[in-house]
């Protein structure tokens, strides 16, 4: 009996922190697979520009803060969510996945307004 209580103790409390872990404002894996392909394509030009290594990381911050305004996300909100996602890797891998079937789109399609 004591270990029925034991074993259902550890499910309760397994299942309640998972519950407080979630953030309330959470991105959704869409929005992230859409901000983390922009912030990947924002990476490659900053890296690609012929200056300084230090100039670049200026400028790549400069860009990642318009591709949060963009998609009309605070950057505390998108690493609150990337610290949620990172928790689970299966999860992560299918976005990560989602971000460069989505670059490799960009990559071959004609440039267009929507990937701008």
């Excluded at 697979?33 to 924002?42: C, G, K, M, R, Y």
């Excluded at 790549?60 to 949620?84: A, G, I, P």
């Amino acid at each position: 009996m004591k270990r029925l209580f034991a074993i259902t103790c550890s499910f309760l409390l397994l299942f309640s922190c998972n519950n407080q872990d979630t953030p309330k404002n959470l991105l959704s894996e869409d929005k992230m697979v859409s901000v983390l392909a922009d912030i990947h394509l924002t990476e490659g030009i900053a890296s690609a520009m012929p200056v300084s290594y230090d100039s670049s990381q200026v400028l790549y911050t400069l860009l990642e803060k318009d591709v949060f305004v963009k998609h009309q996300v605070s950057d505390s909100l998108f690493t609150e969510s990337m610290r949620y996602y990172l928790q689970y890797p299966d999860l992560m891998d299918e976005i990560y996945a989602r971000v460069v079937d989505t670059l490799v789109v960009w990559e071959t399609a004609p440039m267009s307004e929507e990937n701008n």
